[in-house]
């Protein structure tokens, strides 16, 4: 299975824009701060990834407040073909109220 569901802010995102096909992509940077527990260890866990809202949600995500802070849920996929790289599919994002990212 590949599931990702975290709590992160738009910190960057580009305009929507279009596939050859007409298919509408964004594309994003969100960033992750949490504090976890590894092995009865509390660890601050940071991360920014590189994102991706394509079809109907992508008119929804362009629209959300950058800097605001969403739960996402999707799954990770090379960038390219031949990249190493990975990017997160946005499947669905919802607003967090309470969030100490």
């Known amino acids: ?11 960057e995102r ?4 279009y596939t050859p096909a007409g298919m509408p ?17 509390a660890r ?3 991360f920014e990834v590189s ?7 992508s008119s929804r995500f362009s ?4 800097g605001g802070a969403y739960q996402f849920t999707g799954f990770l996929n090379k960038k ?6 990975l990017v997160f599919h946005i499947i669905d994002f919802s607003a967090v109220r309470d969030s100490s990212i």
Do not use: W
């Open 44 to 46: 601050l866990t940071e």
């Open 80 to 85: 390219s073909r031949n990249s190493k790289s």
């Open 25 to 41: 992509i964004v594309n994003a940077v969100l960033q992750h701060r949490s504090q976890q527990v590894e092995a009865g260890i």
């Open 63 to 66: 629209q959300a407040p950058l």
């Open 14 to 17: 580009d305009a929507i824009r």
């Open 1 to 11: 299975m590949n599931q990702l569901q975290f709590i992160a802010l738009i910190a």
């Open 51 to 57: 994102a991706i809202a394509a079809g109907e949600i």
